[in-house]
């Protein structure tokens, strides 16, 4: 595309838009100008490349706009997910899943508070022992159910602040304040895996909780280890993953069926009219720890996106398939990461359906068994009702599905990178 060389395909989950702001380094008026001149040629004047570009307004954008402020002057309104962050933050996550932060993922559980969903390892959190489930009751002394809770938050996100007062309540009722500072933190794309014997069925269980480069040989571990034990069922948890690199997602698919699914299409890519030469197929390979993997289980919530929903979707027509837990977030679509100057510009570009053509899944992917995951047990405790409920489906073909559809719970990511919380699918453009 002339000057432009696009070099990967990205599918992106977006909480708060606002919040990459805080990503945009605070350039010149002039550097302003420029970009929103490039981002106007890149997705409606020259290249054409914004999927929804026939139903947009081709607003130019005005002197000394800001970035973020134009890109919504022309976005859709399905679009939830087209952004412009800081090129070093997203290469530095995209690439080793590092950022800048404390390393606690939040959630709020069926009673409005928030819990731990998970801590990343190695974190200033990790380090001084909280862990998932905790009950988070204050933020430098403002209570969650305070007004200002919110705004608590954004300040100790923004990346001028390195350091934070966190009170928790542990399942045992302890409550303490633990003083933490903002890291270096590596995510783990793998974060709990283990293979669980039932009746006649060895199952493998993993966690899987961002597609990014990094997962790739940590998924090559993990399928060696299923196939030297022999499972022939598998459980992939995806509750808190809210996307990454299409690569992974291929990789991984690869991994549970490639052995006899090969050539398989996984998904389908497809761009507006004027850049259909770009759309392709994505196909199952056949790795050398490739399984053959014939029943899996997922588990979903409305965090689950992207890449996951494509992994869910485009599985579909190939093996068995069934997902518990939540409805997911719903983002078929997919975006470019384009760089210039400082920045990352990624509009939303393509729409991923499966061989079967089924995608548009804009409300999310419905569970076939719903249920309300255990904010205060572990991952891989058996009494976990999302991993009870998948265990007891493989056991008796049926499960007790709560009666009320799932309603859309808050996360929080406790960390200046809006990368994750806005984020990814992640596909190598060739």
Same mark, same amino acid.
């Given at each position: 595309?002339?000057?432009?060389?696009?070099?990967?395909?990205?599918l992106t989950l977006v909480?708060?838009?606002?919040?990459?702001?805080?990503? @945009?380094?605070?350039? $010149?008026?002039? @550097?302003?100008?420029?970009?929103?001149?490039?981002?106007?040629?890149?997705?409606?004047?020259?290249?054409?490349?914004?999927?929804?570009?026939?139903?947009?307004?081709?607003?130019?954008?005005?002197?000394?706009?800001?970035?973020?402020?134009?890109?919504? *002057?022309?976005?859709?309104?399905?679009?939830?997910?087209?952004?412009?962050?800081?090129?070093?933050?997203?290469?530095?996550?995209?690439?080793?899943?590092? *950022?800048?932060?404390?390393?606690?993922?939040?959630?709020?559980?069926?009673?409005?508070?928030?819990?731990?969903?998970?801590?990343?390892?190695?974190?200033?959190?990790?380090?001084?022992?909280?862990?998932?489930?905790?009950?988070?009751?204050?933020?430098?002394?403002?209570?969650?159910?305070?007004?200002?809770?919110?705004?608590?938050?954004?300040?100790?996100?923004?990346?001028?602040?390195?350091?934070?007062?966190?009170?928790?309540?542990?399942? *045992?009722?302890?409550?303490?304040?633990?003083?933490?500072?903002? /890291?270096?933190?590596?995510?783990?794309?793998?974060?709990?895996?283990?293979?669980?014997?039932?009746?006649?069925?060895?199952?493998?269980?993993?966690?899987?909780? /961002?597609?990014?480069?990094?997962?790739?040989?940590?998924?090559?571990?993990?399928?060696? /280890?299923?196939?030297?034990?022999?499972?022939?069922?598998?459980?992939?948890?995806?509750?808190?993953?809210?996307?990454?690199?299409?690569?992974?997602?291929?990789?991984?698919? *690869?991994?549970?069926?490639?052995?006899?699914?090969?050539?398989?299409?996984?998904?389908?890519?497809?761009?507006?009219?004027?850049?259909?030469?770009? $759309?392709?197929?994505?196909?199952?390979?056949?790795?050398?720890?490739?399984? $053959?993997?014939?029943?899996?289980?997922?588990?979903?919530?409305?965090?689950?996106?992207?890449?996951?929903?494509?992994?869910?979707?485009?599985?579909?027509?190939?093996?068995?398939?069934?997902?518990?837990?939540?409805?997911?977030?719903?983002?078929?679509?997919?975006?470019?990461?384009?760089?210039?100057?400082?920045?990352?510009?990624?509009?939303?570009?393509?729409?991923?359906?499966?061989?079967?053509?089924?995608?548009?899944?804009?409300?999310?992917?419905?569970?076939?068994?719903?249920?309300?995951?255990?904010?205060?047990?572990?991952?891989?405790?058996?009494? @976990?009702?999302?991993?009870?409920?998948?265990?007891?489906?493989?056991?008796?073909?049926?499960?007790?599905?709560?009666k009320n559809k799932s309603?859309?719970?808050?996360?929080?990511?406790?960390?200046?990178?809006?990368?994750?919380?806005?984020?990814?699918?992640?596909?190598?453009?060739?």
């Open positions: 595309m002339k000057n432009n060389k696009i070099s990967l395909l990205i909480f708060i838009i606002s919040a990459c702001k805080h990503d @945009e380094p605070k350039p $010149n008026l002039t @550097e302003y100008d420029k970009l929103n001149k490039f981002v106007y040629d890149l997705m409606l004047n020259k290249n054409k490349i914004y999927y929804w570009i026939d139903e947009v307004p081709h607003n130019e954008p005005k002197i000394g706009q800001k970035p973020n402020e134009y890109l919504n *002057s022309i976005r859709h309104k399905l679009d939830k997910w087209s952004v412009i962050v800081n090129k070093e933050t997203f290469t530095k996550y995209i690439e080793k899943g590092s *950022s800048q932060g404390f390393g606690i993922s939040l959630k709020t559980d069926t009673k409005g508070d928030y819990r731990v969903s998970f801590v990343v390892e190695n974190s200033s959190a990790d380090k001084a022992g909280i862990k998932r489930g905790y009950k988070l009751i204050a933020v430098n002394s403002v209570e969650t159910k305070d007004d200002k809770f919110s705004e608590e938050i954004k300040k100790i996100n923004n990346r001028n602040n390195t350091k934070g007062t966190f009170r928790f309540q542990s399942p *045992s009722g302890e409550i303490k304040d633990f003083k933490l500072n903002k /890291t270096e933190i590596t995510e783990k794309a793998v974060i709990h895996q283990e293979i669980i014997k039932q009746d006649n069925d060895l199952i493998g269980y993993i966690v899987f909780n /961002t597609f990014i480069e990094t997962g790739k040989e940590q998924l090559n571990e993990t399928f060696a /280890t299923f196939g030297n034990a022999g499972i022939n069922k598998l459980i992939i948890d995806l509750r808190y993953n809210p996307g990454g690199e299409t690569s992974v997602a291929k990789h991984f698919a *690869s991994l549970i069926c490639g052995q006899t699914k090969k050539g398989e299409i996984l998904g389908k890519v497809n761009h507006n009219q004027y850049n259909t030469k770009y $759309n392709k197929t994505i196909t199952i390979q056949k790795l050398s720890d490739s399984q $053959n993997i014939e029943d899996v289980i997922f588990i979903c919530s409305a965090l689950t996106a992207s890449a996951s929903e494509l992994m869910i979707n485009g599985l579909k027509p190939i093996i068995n398939v069934t997902t518990i837990g939540e409805k997911s977030y719903g983002k078929p679509n997919g975006m470019y990461a384009i760089p210039y100057l400082d920045f990352t510009v990624l509009p939303v570009s393509f729409e991923i359906k499966n061989k079967e053509g089924i995608g548009g899944y804009y409300n999310g992917i419905e569970p076939d068994l719903e249920v309300k995951e255990s904010l205060d047990k572990e991952f891989g405790d058996k009494e @976990e009702n999302c991993l009870k409920a998948a265990l007891n489906y493989i056991k008796n073909g049926n499960i007790p599905a709560t309603s859309l719970r808050k996360s929080i990511f406790i960390d200046e990178n809006k990368i994750r919380q806005t984020f990814p699918l992640i596909y190598k453009y060739q």
